[in-house]
């Protein structure tokens, strides 16, 4: 499978952004899909994961404040970005893997797509 992330943007502290993970492939419906962020300096960290068969999980940071959700028809994952803070400043990466039961960690995912920019001024 492909994924291109795409959205990111530069936004003032407390503004939204919506990124999008478009993806390739037969059967989107039954890939896990993750969203991953790297600061600089920083390793890449979990964000939020939408497992093909078991729900959804958040980064302790931005649980209330992001929102992943799927549209398999679209064969695509967003990511609402609300009350944003400098510190979500990184570059935002998706990436999938087939469903699985497993946590969602950086070395468990199989594709990734190149990152999109997200940016919040203070």
């Known amino acids: 499978v492909q994924l291109q992330a795409f959205g990111g943007g530069l936004v003032q502290a407390g503004g939204s952004l919506r990124l999008s993970c478009a993806a390739s492939?037969?059967?989107?419906?039954?890939?896990?899909i993750g969203w991953f962020r790297q600061a600089p300096g920083k390793e890449r960290e979990f964000v939020a994961g939408?497992?093909?068969?078991?729900?959804?999980r958040y980064l302790d940071s931005v649980q209330g404040r992001f929102t992943i959700t799927r549209d398999n028809a679209k064969k695509t994952v967003y990511l609402q970005m609300n009350s944003l803070k400098p510190e979500d400043t990184a570059i935002y990466y998706c990436?999938?893997?087939?469903?699985?039961?497993?946590?969602?960690?950086?070395?468990?995912?199989?594709?990734w797509g190149k990152g999109t920019q997200v940016t919040v001024s203070s």
């Open positions: 939408i497992w093909s068969s078991v729900g959804i």
């Open positions: 492939g037969r059967t989107f419906s039954n890939y896990d």
């Open positions: 990436a999938a893997r087939w469903d699985s039961l497993r946590t969602m960690s950086d070395d468990s995912m199989d594709y």
